[in-house]
């Protein structure tokens, strides 16, 4: 098959994003498996990547039912092209190494925990459900990469270097986190999606406890990237598809 | 099976046993008691048992790598949360067995360097390339198929703690045969292009699957010891034909051939009788020449290797958090 | 260079309510937390649990299997303990 075309309505569009932030997020955990430091930790991440890929699931089959058009969670997931994918850059971003792991999975979830807390008051009453079920898996996202910050910053020479330098690449993405651009707008003002600046206090106080705790500092922000909403994306996200959707791409109308 | 390498010579002096002890230990077994961590056992005995414990904990680590290979290529998001969980499980295996042979006073530490030295041995059957998403069944169906013939009598062997482990591996091993078989299943439903790529994988895994189950009883030295003491409960030989019984009949549901011209009915014993297996084939690739096994081991190395900073670091935070509580707890008195 | 030995933990869990924490087998982690989370994420992952307890492996004492005679055995003996060793007469009703 083709790659498909989807008429985003405002709320196809939302309910899109966040399918595709958890399922690119969740690709790049999983690329660990059978790598990782320890053994107790290829379980660890492959966990997180499963509870990933199981709200990536759920939203995409929310946001087919929305569309209305018989298309599958599988469509959405390999028949789309880069442009058309909404993650958030900062899941796209190669796995690199465990710092850069931690660090990643400690931003986004500390932003997520509280977000779904939130949605889980939203007036589409499925992504409310969707969101009572992510916001115990987040919470302990956070717990566990929060707590391997705090061991990496406040470990050995080695592991503070690369933690601060993952956080300084890292920083910088999260800006994408708090955007709300005209379909953010009209999602809070419908009640369907929490606005995120309610978000931002608990995802800053989060940030701040845990890198105290890692004697680590928040790194100033003078530029924040910008551009996986608008499908804009790094260089990244193009290879990663075309790994995921080979066999799709390959064999089109195959039946797996 | 997953300590087909067992045949090998153990190292190590030669311990005589006290025959009292030896006598009162054989008789526990013949007893069907478990044997535990600190109970009074011969040396041999705990030295096959780290062995093939060990082995069989490499082969679940390593046997992560073939099938990780596909996990970011699974054709289907439900594909690849099965795969997914599936290559978490035998993560999760090995660290079981890793659990069960540390209770014999062998580090995981030790054991890893074992493995990773090249020194300690893991199934012939991961050095196989996973090349297309046919494979991912054939490994499911086959390999795994293979592997629960040989682990339900493990949950009967006679070391509590393998046994325990083993129990609790089969328990949850059960989902990935049926996933396996269901991607066979699914590709031979469907394109000629899918069914091609079943069948091709057949051929390459089938031969590799039958060698999994070791040398055959005739040449393999140890299966007399480890029946005696109840490490092994059937002999190699007699795991393969079962395992061979059970799958014929899938295969042919499937709608596939067997790369045996000599694949037979045998309506006297009722059982499948197969060709020659390539016994050559399977000592060099347990020698370290099959398709994959340098890279195999320089994934498991490198894993390692860029890890250490990571153990390294919890360690010393550790250490670091310690200290800072004793000095706490000196001022506070 | 032989690496720094990561801590055992051994792992408990209750499967639930009302039932008692069972050993399940062993973790590594350098401290308490990592051996909860490592213990949840490796033992827990159908559903098997509802309270995990980890113990440092070396924090356990156990008693020793070549003094099962002395330790074990003597209570053999104690038939009285148990309800078989008084007879009611069956009149008298389950007791």
Redesign the interface.
């Given at each position: 098959m083709t790659t498909i075309h989807v008429e985003e309505t405002p709320h196809l569009a939302y309910v899109l994003r966040l399918a595709d932030s958890a399922?690119i997020n969740s690709?790049r955990l999983?690329?660990w498996?059978?790598?990782?430091?320890?053994?107790?930790?290829?379980?660890?991440l492959?966990?997180i990547?499963?509870d990933l890929?199981?709200q990536?699931?759920l939203l995409?089959e929310h946001a087919a039912a929305l569309e209305g058009r018989g298309r599958s969670?599988?469509d959405l997931?390999?028949l789309r092209d880069a442009p058309q994918f909404k993650n958030l850059l900062i899941t796209e971003l190669p796995r690199g190494?465990?710092a850069f792991t931690i660090v990643r999975q400690t931003l986004l979830s500390a932003f997520f925990h509280p977000f779904w807390q939130l949605a889980r008051g939203s007036s589409d009453r499925t992504l409310a459900a969707i969101a009572g079920k992510a916001e115990k898996e987040v919470a302990y996202h956070l717990?566990?990469a929060g707590?391997w910050l705090?061991?990496?910053g406040?470990?050995?020479e080695?592991?503070r270097k690369?933690t601060v330098e993952a956080l300084e690449t890292l920083w910088p993405y999260t800006g994408e986190l708090f955007e709300v651009d005209a379909v953010g707008e009209a999602m809070i003002e419908a009640g369907i999606a929490p606005d995120p600046a309610s978000v931002r206090p608990v995802f800053e106080q989060t940030i701040d406890r845990l890198l105290a705790e890692a004697g680590l500092a928040r790194p100033v922000a003078a530029w924040m990237q910008t551009g996986g909403l608008r499908g804009v994306h790094t260089e990244h996200l193009g290879h990663l598809l075309a790994?995921?959707q080979?066999?799709?791409r390959a064999?089109p109308g195959?039946?797996? | 099976m997953y300590s087909q390498a067992l045949n090998e010579r153990i190292e190590g002096p030669r311990i005589v046993e006290d025959p009292e002890k030896l006598a009162a230990f054989q008789a526990r077994i013949d007893a069907e008691e478990r044997i535990e961590p600190n109970d009074w056992m011969p040396e041999a005995y705990r030295r096959t048992l780290i062995r093939q414990i060990s082995q069989h904990a490499h082969s679940e680590v390593v046997g992560m790598l073939p099938e990780g290979n596909w996990i970011t290529r699974a054709p289907s998001l439900r594909r690849k949360a099965a795969l997914l969980a599936k290559v978490q499980d035998e993560g999760g295996h090995g660290l079981y067995l890793y659990a069960a042979a540390e209770t014999l006073g062998v580090s995981r530490e030790e054991l890893y360097e074992q493995l990773l030295s090249g020194k300690a041995k893991y199934s012939s059957i991961f050095n196989y390339p996973t090349l297309t998403w046919a494979d991912i069944g054939c490994i499911g169906w086959l390999v795994d198929g293979a592997a629960i013939m040989n682990q339900i009598p493990l949950c009967r062997t006679s070391y509590g703690p393998y046994a325990r482990a083993m129990i609790r591996i089969c328990k949850e091993e059960s989902f990935h045969q049926r996933q396996g078989y269901e991607i066979m299943l699914t590709l031979c439903r469907g394109t000629p292009e899918q069914k091609a790529m079943a069948q091709d994988a057949l051929n390459r895994w089938w031969w590799p699957s039958l060698m999994m189950f070791g040398p055959p009883d005739s040449e393999s030295r140890h299966t007399e010891e480890s029946m005696r003491w109840k490490i092994k409960r059937f002999t190699n030989d007699e795991l393969r034909q079962k395992f061979v019984d059970a799958t014929v009949p899938q295969g042919h549901y499937l709608g596939l051939t067997f790369p045996d011209p000599e694949l037979r009915f045998d309506e006297a014993t009722g059982h499948w009788r197969f060709g020659r297996i390539d016994w050559e084939e399977f000592k060099r690739v347990l020698a370290g020449h099959g398709p994959c096994n340098r890279e195999r081991m320089a994934a498991r190395r490198k894993a390692h290797e860029e890890g250490a900073w990571v153990r390294e670091a919890v360690l010393a935070h550790a250490a670091k958090r310690r200290a800072r509580e004793r000095a706490q707890k000196i001022a506070a008195e | 260079m032989a690496e720094q030995p990561m801590p055992l933990w051994e792992v408990f869990i209750r499967s639930r309510t009302g039932l008692a924490h069972r050993h399940v087998g062993s973790v590594h982690a350098a401290d308490a937390e990592m051996a909860l989370q490592a213990a949840r994420d490796t033992y827990t992952r159908r559903g098997e649990g509802l309270s995990i307890w980890v113990v440092p492996s070396a924090a356990i004492t156990a008693s020793d299997p070549a003094e099962k005679g002395p330790l074990f055995e003597p209570t053999a003996s104690k038939i009285y303990r148990h309800p078989s060793f008084y007879e009611i007469p069956e009149e008298v009703g389950h007791m």
């Open positions: 399922l690709h999983s690329e498996c059978g790598h990782a430091p320890m053994l107790e930790e290829d379980l660890a492959a966990n990547a499963l890929l199981g990536a699931r995409y969670e599988d997931a390999y190494d465990f717990r566990h707590a705090v061991r990496l406040d470990g050995t080695e592991s690369r790994v995921m080979h066999l799709q064999y195959a039946v797996w | - | -």
